[in-house]
């Protein structure tokens, strides 16, 4: 499989970004001409324009690239904000610590309401795609299927949404993550094990864009 080049990854993330925030271009030149002309003031202050200007530089492009990602990534939430399946999608940016079934656990035909459960050190997460008022009773009714297999085990419930009390779609890897490990790889071994048994339900996942995909590989970029 053919390696994609890390300024390729940019352009990409670029093209898609402009699509959503046609602003972005006016933004990451601004950050870029905005540290360039900091560092021509020190450098003038200093009597030190060129050795400033070397500095400056590669800094104004690191700002870019941040900016570029961060605004890269809201266009990815956006396009898959409200679709069934988006926070499986979301999820998938986790990179370590966590594993998640590529199905829902529970689903509402009719609504398209999900469930979907994921297995770490922090013990088992059921995360609630849906309105709050919906999604409630069938997470409920999932804790209550999981404890039955998995007696004494830490169960988490988050709901994704813009209800009160839910958590944001671009907020639940985050927040996902900040979970406080209690378990042993080996006890998440085991957990995993034991759910099986219970699978999940097919469903088509979001087409948007991946959050993570979207984002220029900065170690990439690193590395070159």
Do not use: C, N
């Not at 990179?95 to 088992?124: C, K, M, N, S, Y």
């Amino acid at each position: 499989m053919k390696k994609v080049r890390w300024y390729h990854q940019v352009w990409q993330a670029y093209q898609m970004t402009r699509k959503y925030d046609p602003s972005v271009t006016w933004v990451i030149l601004a950050v870029f001409v905005g540290i360039v002309a900091v560092g021509l003031v020190i450098g003038l202050l200093v009597h030190a324009i060129p050795y400033l200007l070397i500095i400056a530089v590669p800094f104004a492009f690191l700002g870019a690239m941040f900016v570029l990602g961060r605004r890269a990534e809201t266009a990815a939430y956006s396009q898959i904000e409200g679709q069934p399946g988006a926070s499986l999608a979301a999820l998938r940016t986790i990179r370590r610590g966590w594993t998640f079934l590529e199905e829902p656990v529970a689903i509402d035909p009719r609504t398209q309401d999900a469930v979907f459960r994921g297995v770490g050190r922090a013990g088992v997460v059921l995360i609630g795609e849906g309105p709050a008022v919906r999604i409630t009773k069938m997470l409920e009714a999932e804790r209550k299927r999981t404890a039955r297999v998995l007696s004494g085990v830490p169960i988490t419930l988050v709901q994704v949404g813009d209800d009160k009390d839910q958590v944001t779609l671009r907020k639940l890897p985050r927040t996902v993550q900040k979970m406080r490990p209690t378990l042993t790889k080996q006890e998440v071994a085991e957990i995993e094990k034991r759910l099986r048994a219970l699978g999940g339900v097919r469903m088509p996942l979001p087409k948007g864009v991946d959050p993570m995909r979207a984002r220029p590989d900065r170690k990439g970029m690193r590395g070159r």
